[in-house]
């Protein structure tokens, strides 16, 4: 049986149902909500660089086709990269995720908008007291617990608390009173699921090779999923993501005896059918890989129950990365090739044309 990994990390993947149940008993649902109502747009962006970005993919296709504002998912790295291109028209409302609230995307992100969108409100949602993001002036803010500040290099109940908070303030099929309640459960959930998580990856054998796959929400759920594998074994484990559908065409070329593949099981019914099929295929056609159909203890919306899927990548990724002699909270160390807080990016500015 594989030794556990005594790390930073291992500790904040464990913290996340005591987080989820504090914070979501805290979290004014309500009062959030009418300030969101009262900046009067008709599209929220949701922004962010790397897993901060997945937040928002998650949210966006989660709740897509509701009534109200359209939710559009667009990576703060795009946005800086060509500010013009994306920066204009009507006002929108941009809520930004960042775990430390100091990266250089982030920053980025504010100054393109003071130059080219001053009107557009801002909500930024960070893990970081002390952050840019939480003192620049023009925002409203919302901070998470320190608990969230993953000391570790992966994102791991950052993530997930974010995402928790930014589906509280824009799910309309969520009734505001209910919101602690749905944290509760879902913290319910993971205790009930993270003791079967640790002895899979204790008992599973070390892939080659990892694939997760999902529909709708769950797809970007699959994407922060394969992200936590490549970054913890500081890419010795290779690990790609795709929708259910989209991975017939050419990703399934990834897939050889030694790779493991997830399927991120959704709960909507004609989206399941597609899942199953998939599934009996990959079954058949790859006999040495071993598929994995993993199961929640009940039935949520496929947004929600992203956070309880990735926090199993959470667990596998970090068993594996300790098992490859890593160091779980800096899987780079030495290195200098990648950092906990993105580094060498410099900002240019930005100029109104």
């Known amino acids: 049986m594989t030794a556990l990994p005594q790390t930073a990390t291992w500790q904040e ?21 009418a300030w969101i109502a009262a900046q009067g747009v008709d599209e929220i962006w949701l922004c962010g660089a790397g897993s901060s970005a997945f937040i928002g993919e998650v949210v966006a296709s989660g709740l897509a086709g509701q009534d ?40 980025g992100l504010l100054d393109a908008m003071d130059a080219l969108v001053p009107d557009w409100p801002r909500l930024n949602i960070t893990c970081n007291a002390a952050s840019h993001m939480a003192r620049r002036a023009g925002c409203n803010v919302i901070v998470l617990p320190e608990a969230c500040h993953d000391a570790g290099f992966a994102m791991t109940s950052s993530f997930s ?23 509760a459960a ?14 899979r990856a204790q008992t599973m054998r070390r892939p080659q090779r990892a694939v997760f796959l999902g529909s709708g929400a769950l797809t970007f759920a699959a994407r922060e999923a394969a992200l936590k594998v490549m970054e913890l074994s500081a890419g010795q484990i290779p690990a790609l993501w795709d929708s259910a559908l989209g991975f017939r065409h050419g990703p399934k070329s990834f897939v050889d005896g030694g790779t493991d593949i997830w399927l991120l099981a959704s709960q909507d019914a004609h989206t399941a059918a597609y899942e199953r099929d998939l599934a009996g295929e990959l079954a058949q056609q790859f006999p040495t890989s071993t598929l ?55 900002l240019y500015p930005v100029v109104a044309r």
């Open 292 to 346: 994995h159909l993993p199961a929640l203890p009940r039935p949520h919306t496929d947004a929600w129950a992203a956070p309880l899927y990735v926090a199993l990548a959470q667990v596998l990724a970090a068993v594996w990365s300790d098992s490859l002699g890593l160091n779980v909270d800096d899987p780079f160390a030495g290195k200098g090739t990648l950092t906990r807080v993105v580094a060498n990016v410099r």
């Open 161 to 183: 608390t974010m995402l928790l908070t930014a589906l509280s303030l824009l799910d309309m099929a969520l009734p505001a009173q209910m919101g602690p309640a749905r944290w």
């Open 13 to 33: 993947i464990n913290a996340q149902p005591a987080i989820w149940r504090s914070w979501g008993a805290e979290l004014d649902i309500a009062g959030l909500r």
């Open 186 to 199: 879902l913290a319910d959930d993971l205790d009930a699921l993270l003791p079967q998580y640790t002895a």
């Open 68 to 107: 109200g504002p359209s939710l559009r998912a667009c990576a703060s790295t795009d946005i800086v990269a060509r500010p013009h291109a994306h920066l204009r028209g009507g006002k929108r409302l941009v809520i930004s995720f960042g775990r430390s609230g100091n990266s250089a995307e982030s920053i």
